[in-house]
Structure formats: C-alpha cells, structure tokens
C-alpha cells in the first residue's frame, strides 16, 4: 500500500489542454472518487497514474517515488477496467494468474494466489469456465480479482460498473467497498454517476474542465457545495438552483426572483450578500415543504406538474413562477398535475451563491 500525490499535472493534446495543473492527495489506503461529466478529464487523469497517458508537466508521486517515466508494469499499480479486458479464450483460472506468470512466478505460488482472491470473490466454481461463459457481475468480478492477485500498492477503477444493470450496480458497489475495507489497498475509482461515488467513497473529488473544484468526504460536498457546479453536481435528484438578487427591506432580508418570488435568506448569508448582490438560491428537494395553497403559514403559489412516486419518497416537479422546482418528500403526496399547492423553502437548509462566480456565499 502506498499514498499517491498528484503535483500541477498538466496534459495537452498538441496545442489542446486537457488538465489544468492538478493537485490531489490520497492517503495511504484511501478511497477516493474522480467525478464530473463528460470530458472534465478523469478518465485522463486515472490513465497518467496507471502509466497508459503521459503527462505533459508535474509529478505523480505513489508511495514516496515520482513514476512520472516509470514503464505501467513495474508502477505497482493494478487497473480495472470499463469493458473488464478479459482474455477470452482463457479460463478464469488463467486470467486470474496471466500476470504472475509473465512476471515469473512460481507455479504452486500462482495456483495458491488465485485460490485465495477466487475464494475472496466467490469465483471458486467459476475457475475453469471462460469469460463468454459468465454473467456481466461475475466478468467484473474475475477483472477484480486479476487487479487483486497481483498485490499493487494501488487500485485504480474506470467505470466498472457502467456496463451493468441497476440492480447489480447497487450490488457490485457494495462488493467492492467491502472489499477495500478488507485489503485496505490505496483506491482511485472513476465514475460519472455521483451516486456511486456517494455511497462508496471517503473521499471525492470533483472535476470540471481539467481543473479540481472542490474536493472532500461525501456528506462535505453535499452539505456546504463550494459552488454551484458542485451543487448542482452532488446529489440525486439535483439541487434547485433558482436566479434572483438579495432585497433588504421591511419584510428582512430575502432573495427576489426575476418573476417576483420571494425566497427567505440563508442564515450567515447577510454578510457576503450585500443589497441588489445577483445570486443563485438554491434548495435541495428533500428542503422543500408542500401544502394546500390556503393553509396559511405563507408560501410560493405552485401548480403541480408531475407526481413520481419512487416508494421510500414522492418526488413532485412544480412550476413555481417561470421556474420548474423540484421537492422530494418522505410522505405519500396524491396531487394531481394542475393542482394549486404552496411550497415552502426551509431556508435553515438553503445555500447562496455569487450569480456571476458561482462561488458560496453563505
């Protein structure tokens, strides 16, 4: 096991850049996320570590030794795949060892090491099957326990579970956290799907454009976003984000929207958000309470649009002005579209930021 430091890496493509002078720090036997969207660079940033991109400035540094020229096979680092890269016309058996054995390891040691990780992986009955034989979960299985047998002082995973079907994903993600609580390897795990890095992960970082915009545990990110990207990045369904400026008056200090609604200011707010400061308010779903427009206690006139119920909570998409909001509730909600409802913001929950940046300014 190792720690890996990433140093102002820098990548272009000709005169394309691609990354924009990374940092990031993984602990020794840290699990870490790489997340964005198409593009933003992760997947590029995991290939420089393993050693299949070069990089065109900085330092990757695992376990205290700068690999930047280090050849893939000698980085000690084991990669797991999107498409699993099975060899097909091998058994499990031989998959499993293929590595060991052009390293030059001994028959018996290969033979007991694969025993073991197909024994850790629940592959046993699996060995002398070939891959176009096994289901997509137990390929993936067979791609980790190939990354597994070799010892690295670093896992690195790229999408391995787009290929899968939602109930195995939410399987397999359970799998492999398990599995890294039990080898305690250093872990790098890319993904597109925040869900994922969410629930798996001690730590995420958040890319966009080749740049790093935040980074830190789940629940950091989560609760107090950096910025808009990250907010409406991090969470599933997404954050409402709604445009408007700050207005201090006789009704106290409130966030105004273009179409005249008017939104209770996030306390700690006041002083980063000044008198007429253009701003985004936004409201997670679950921070969003609905009732019957003539049940008093104020609130924003909204017409219902859809109802989804999802069993453990009901999302409901309202049109709130020009706005289209988004509330997740824990109760049953039987509004029909059409429906007049009042929504009310808990504004203890509420997060503001610079219209213009995007920065927090509570």
Do not use: W
């Not at 597109?192 to 830190?216: K, N, P, Y």
């Not at 545990?217 to 990045?233: H, I, K, Q, S």
Request: hydrophobic share 40%; aromatic share 4%; net charge neutral.
């Amino acid at each position: 096991m190792a720690s890996l430091h990433l140093k102002q890496v820098f990548k272009h493509y000709d005169q394309t850049p691609v990354i924009h002078g990374v940092d990031i720090d993984i602990d020794d036997g840290e699990f870490v996320a790489l997340v964005g969207p198409s593009g933003c660079g992760k997947s590029t940033l995991l290939r420089a570590v393993a050693g299949l991109e070069s990089i065109s400035a900085g330092e990757i540094r695992l376990g205290g030794r700068v690999i930047n020229d280090v050849a893939p096979r000698d980085r000690g680092i084991a990669m797991v795949f999107q498409n699993y890269a099975l060899y097909p016309h091998m058994s499990v058996r031989d998959n499993l060892g293929f590595a060991m054995k052009l390293q030059g390891v001994a028959k018996g040691e290969i033979a007991r090491r694969v025993l073991e990780v197909a024994h850790v992986l629940g592959l046993g009955a699996l060995l002398d099957r070939k891959p176009r034989q096994l289901s997509g979960g137990q390929r993936q299985r067979v791609a980790m326990g190939r990354a597994i047998v070799r010892r690295p002082d670093a896992f690195l995973f790229d999408e391995p579970l787009s290929n899968l079907d939602a109930k195995l994903r939410v399987r397999m993600r359970t799998e492999i956290r398990a599995l890294h609580q039990r080898l305690g390897t250093t872990t790098v795990y890319v993904t597109h799907d925040q869900v994922e890095a969410m629930t798996m992960a001690d730590r995420i970082v958040v890319l966009q454009g080749g740049r790093v915009e935040q980074a830190g545990t789940p629940l950091e990110l989560y609760d107090r976003p950096c910025n808009a990207f990250v907010a409406g990045f991090i969470g599933s369904p997404a954050m409402n984000l709604l445009p408007g400026r700050v207005v201090f008056g006789d009704g106290g200090a409130r966030v105004v929207t273009d179409d005249g609604l008017h939104l209770p200011l996030p306390p700690g707010s006041a002083p980063a958000a000044r008198e007429g400061t253009e701003v985004l308010y936004g409201a997670r779903p679950e921070h969003f309470e609905i009732g019957p427009p003539d049940a008093g206690g104020g609130g924003l006139p909204a017409e219902v649009i859809v109802v989804e119920p999802t069993g453990a909570e009901t999302q409901v998409a309202l049109r709130v002005g020009r706005h289209e909001v988004l509330a997740a509730l824990r109760e049953r909600v039987r509004a029909r579209p059409g429906e007049a409802l009042a929504l009310r913001p808990q504004a203890a929950h509420a997060h503001l930021f610079d219209a213009g940046s995007g920065l927090r300014l509570n």
